[in-house]
Nanobody
Framework: QVHLVESGGGLVQAGGSLRLSCAAS????????MGWFRQAPGKEREFVAA????????YYADSVKGRFTISRDNAKNTVYLQMNSLKPEDTAVYYC????????????????????WGQGTQVTVSS
């Protein structure tokens, strides 16, 4: 079983930047794609970004494309989400998740495809 822990959230002004981290522990020997999702108050959880195990495939939601960058360091079992040019509408709880069934080179976008989730980290962007 893989255990995920997010960190790096906080309060930032609009236009600012944050970098989220997601550290995996436990049975990390299997390959797994990683995704970031977010949930704002009163809204459903939505996809933000995903990266394949190999790191060669990435995908972003249109709302964050060009502002957010997902990356991973498999030697450290850590995935990152660099968030630049933050907007108040980016305010949400951000979750990282692992998908153990997508293979080494592919990513999937549905939250239902991800089998392991972190506890979430709050990101608040003030206007």
């Amino acid at each position: 079983q893989v255990h995920l822990v997010e960190s790096g959230g906080g309060l930032v002004q609009a236009g600012g930047s944050l970098r989220l981290s997601c550290a995996a522990s436990g049975r990390t020997s299997r390959s797994y794609a990683m995704g970031w999702f977010r949930q704002a108050p009163g809204k459903e959880r939505e996809f933000v970004a995903a990266i394949s195990w190999s790191g060669t495939s990435t995908y972003y939601a249109d709302s964050v494309k060009g502002r957010f960058t997902i990356s991973r360091d498999n030697a450290k079992n850590t995935v990152y989400l660099q968030m630049n040019s933050l907007k108040p509408e980016d305010t949400a709880v951000y979750y990282c998740a692992a998908d153990h069934d997508s293979g080494r080179y592919y990513v999937r976008l549905r939250s239902a495809d991800y089998d392991t989730w972190g506890q979430g980290t709050q990101v608040t962007v003030s206007s």
